[in-house]
């Protein structure tokens, strides 16, 4: 005999609770479709709240249906729905609707970074207390990581500026595509998210930092590529962003 939450998971994602009979005493009735409405739509409006940049983007009709098509691919497989939305800057992007907004998947995900950001797990940052009275060379070799909390957007288009001004402008702005590519740092190092564009010569030193390296190879990287850039005004505002990991 068939599992009844096996069932159920089934028919909540079909529509067709025909199956569930075998548990009943007769069809189910209209109430299963009130149910299943109840949480699809309970799951259409935790990804509104989690992505309300592309919320305003779209439009409340619009992004409704996206909602519940994404529901139908990627039902929530978690007991709260807190993070739930992870696939969904990927589902945008082969959503046939959603194809001329060719800027909405990185718009996507920087509403998912600014949600990871937010949920991230309480770490201190390191500060500049804690490398003051440092050696050069202990302070150079230093691979702290990068904090829990730092998300790091790239997009070939402005799609950080894009993001920014649906997410907080009272009036939305018009953004130029030709304004070319953007980089985003999202990050929560106390309590608050905070997010700002990026410069190239800070997107190669967090890039380093974040795959293991140290500041002196970052250092070295940054100078490597952008002779114009000075290394160590970098790493200092960075540093003062909070965007390391701390001290053990």
């Known amino acids: ?9 089934a028919a909540l994602k079909n529509g067709d609770a025909h199956a569930l009979s075998a548990f009943t005493d007769g069809e189910p009735d209209s109430r299963f479709q009130v149910y299943r409405n109840n949480v699809v ?12 940049a592309i919320k ?27 993070l739930y939305g992870e ?4 589902f945008i992007e082969r959503f ?20 990871e950001a937010h949920h991230a797990p309480d770490a201190p940052p390191l500060t500049t207390k804690d490398v003051a009275g440092l050696p050069p060379e202990d302070l150079a070799a230093m691979a702290p990581g990068l904090h829990p909390s730092v998300r790091i957007g790239e997009s070939r288009l402005p799609a950080y500026a894009i993001w920014r001004t649906n997410r907080e402008d009272a009036e939305v702005k018009r953004i130029s595509l030709e304004t070319g ?36 190879t970052a250092s070295s990287s940054v100078a490597d590529q952008f002779p114009g850039a000075e290394p160590a005004p970098v790493f200092i505002a960075l540093m003062k962003e909070g965007v390391f990991k701390g001290l053990e």
């Open 1 to 9: 005999m068939p599992d009844f939450h096996d069932s159920f998971a």
């Open 41 to 52: 739509k309970g799951a259409a409006d935790t990804l509104g709240d989690a992505y309300p």
């Open 56 to 82: 305003r983007l779209v439009g409340e009709s619009f992004f409704q249906g996206m909602a519940r098509a994404f529901w139908a691919e990627h039902p929530p497989a978690e007991r709260t729905l807190t």
């Open 87 to 90: 696939a969904f800057p990927a």
């Open 96 to 115: 046939e609707p959603a194809r001329p907004l060719i800027y909405l998947a990185d718009v996507a995900r920087l509403d998912r970074a600014w949600l």
């Open 181 to 216: 590519a953007e980089t985003a740092l999202i990050h929560r190092p106390q309590m608050e998210v905070r997010h700002r564009r990026l410069s190239p010569a800070e997107t190669a030193f967090l890039s380093i930092i974040a795959a293991g390296g140290s500041f002196e």
